[in-house]
């Protein structure tokens, strides 16, 4: 076996909870939503069991990725752009140059995640943030699913 | 923060369901199997949720992407390709050219995916469609478990 | 419709369980997880519903991937390393030549995702295993949360 595995603990499902985000994003890149999602963790009254991210769209994505250094973000873009080249000769133009390598770039990345929430918090590692990343070039309205399943915190 | 969170709607979790779903291929390409994971959301009598999805090979893989314009698709292989050529000096040869190209585009493509049901429906954006791609040349016969967690839909 | 659908199996939420697993990497490479997720579903008593894999890092992943021939891994390797390469002028330098790439290797494989489970076993496919992939050059400690929700097996 390559890992130690910890003691097992159990709870009872007893929550499904729903909202909708709706993010505003200025073009082409990261808009930080780990605020977001722990405020609706918050919200759920949610204890023990899994945080579910969905973004409703084909040219945007959901990454988790470093909190830390923004040149990281710069450099993933330089990453994603390299796949998917504007200048490339796409067969699909008619929303124009940028749409095509935005849905290369919503495939590969994806636009459906889940965290674990522990003790009525999100689990995310120390580095870890949620982004959505605008892959369009103009700015757009983007509409994503939080739900939550699991335990309900004791009061 | 980012983005505007609605209201949080709370559930009880009262159904896990699953099922088999059977795709048979025909070579490299997308099938659109979001009929199918309708109709499986339907006849679970799902309510508020969470659908499951999750393909059981590594040739082929799960996205979820545009559905208006067949030239997205060409130009997503297309992409692919350039990631995974065919011609390129891979070490696993056994299962012929195509194989290994297929598990790297598995892999940057996933076989696990969720997407929210919310009121007995999935919450599929409008351009949304979930297809399975094949990524090997000759048609194959592909097996899906389809889950959903969540409560009930009222009669 | 492209694909058969079989009956749909009904049961009851009725676990939703925790568990922390620590990964100790060699460096760049695979490590199969796949004994470590089959002990947790065992030994969480799970029935029906899904088992959900979370890795609280930005510089390492998780797939599913082919289980049988090793050099499917180099080829792998190879790909990640072409998608991002050492030695492009990366803006995020600070933590040493290997750590940029990590990240975008990350990206596009991903830290998080689900596996159905049947009858109390995970349904992995037959040629499928789960593995985390450590992208940084030296060994690391890393460290994953495993879930359950779901039925409980019967006695």
Redesign the interface.
Known sequence: ????????????????????????TKGQGF???T??AK??VD??KAG???F?V?????SASL????NA?P??Q???T??LN???PANAP???K?EGPDD?PA??K???????????V?NGEL??????GLY?IEHRTAPHKR?????F???RRPD
Chains 1, 2, 3 share one sequence.
């Open positions: 076996m390559a890992g130690q595995l910890s003691a097992i603990l159990n709870f009872a499902p007893e929550l499904v909870t729903t909202a909708t985000l709706i993010v505003d808009s930080d939503i605020g977001e405020r609706f919200e759920c023990e069991g899994v579910f969905y973004l409703r769209h084909t990454v988790i990725q470093e250094d040149d990281v710069t450099d993933l330089t990453a390299k796949m998917a796409w067969v699909h008619v095509m849905h290369i919503a495939m590969v990345t994806g636009v459906s995640l889940h965290i674990p522990n689990s995310l590692g120390t580095w870890q959505l509409e994503l699913m939080l739900q399943i699991g335990s």
